[in-house]
């Protein structure tokens, strides 16, 4: 069953802030911290996993264990997820939502390029027919078993179309059936709160740091009308700085102890990751297993 967070608080106005997630150790991190909804990024999931780029490399089967392991690290957290273009043609739409539906995920974004797709703030995006997309938004709609499944529809033809096609575009989407509509690489404020005042549904901004759209706090987003926003580039950029000054430093002084290098407590993070459990677990049975024999 799909979590009911999301939909509840989109029905109560109130406003949703996600940070991306790459890896299982910012997971424990920002599920220590108290965040109610994540988001897993396609581009930073892939990248930290495989080292690749977000070029509709990495398939539905691996991206389903990457999204479906940050579910099970992050229980009770709402987890919008990426799945791309829906990984193909409308049979794979439907198998896409099955899936990251039964793995435990909270909201599923799909768009409207062509596969295999790319980040959708960098060049040569090539984008699909528009009666194709509604039919994908029809399909994953009819595919959900959990009414609190949500699908998010993203279009990335500003760049390619305008701005108004991209509009005409997701007001289709939002009669097709989406539950949230997303217009993805907006270059301005003025086009943020026109894409805003113009759509019907829930609207999601795309705040990617380094992206085409101007970065804006929670608290301006959600007075320039958008209802959530994901932040999917933040702590993976921040954690390549820290990698990047710490190895530097190593690189220079051949040790791990440099001023200017800040490490997280290892105690504290051996108990953030569980290592508690193990350790009580191994009292209570210690030596059970020499009975045993």
């Known amino acids: 069953m799909a979590s009911s967070l999301l939909r509840d608080k989109l029905n109560r106005g109130e ?3 996600a940070p991306g997630i790459q890896d299982m150790i910012t997971a424990v991190i920002a599920k220590d911290i108290g965040f109610e909804v994540a988001y897993a990024s396609g581009y930073w999931l892939t990248a930290s996993a495989y080292g690749l780029p977000d070029a509709g490399i990495a398939t539905y089967t691996q991206m389903l264990d990457r999204v479906g392991t940050l579910a099970r690290t992050m229980p009770g957290t709402a987890i919008i997820a990426d799945a791309d273009t829906g990984y193909g043609g409308l049979l794979n739409v439907h198998h896409t939502v099955r899936g990251y539906e039964a793995a435990g995920i909270a909201a599923i974004q799909i768009e409207d390029q062509e596969y295999p ?7 040569f995006k090539r984008i699909v027919p528009v009666e194709v997309m509604v039919a994908k938004i029809k399909v994953a709609v ?14 990335d033809a500003r760049q390619s179309e305008g701005f108004d096609n991209m509009m005409r575009r997701l007001e289709a989407y939002d009669a097709a059936g989406a539950d949230v509509v997303f217009p993805e690489a907006l270059v301005s ?5 026109t894409a805003c005042k113009r759509l019907k549904k829930p609207v999601l901004a795309n705040m990617a740091d380094g992206g085409k759209t101007p970065i804006r706090s929670a608290s301006q987003l959600k007075e320039i009308g958008y209802s959530c926003a994901i932040f999917p580039a933040m702590t993976s950029l921040v954690a390549a700085a820290a990698v990047h000054n710490a190895l530097t430093q190593f690189k220079k002084t051949g040790t791990s102890l440099n001023p200017g290098v800040e490490m997280y407590d290892f105690n504290a993070f051996c108990e953030l990751i569980g290592f508690k459990e193990v350790w009580d677990f191994e009292k209570r049975w210690a030596g059970a297993d020499i009975a045993a024999e």
């Open 189 to 193: 404020e003025e086009e943020m709160r």
């Open 142 to 155: 009819e595919a959900r078993i959990d009414p609190n499944f949500l699908i998010i529809a993203r279009s």
């Open 15 to 17: 406003f949703i802030a």
């Open 117 to 123: 797709k790319k980040c959708g703030h960098t060049p």
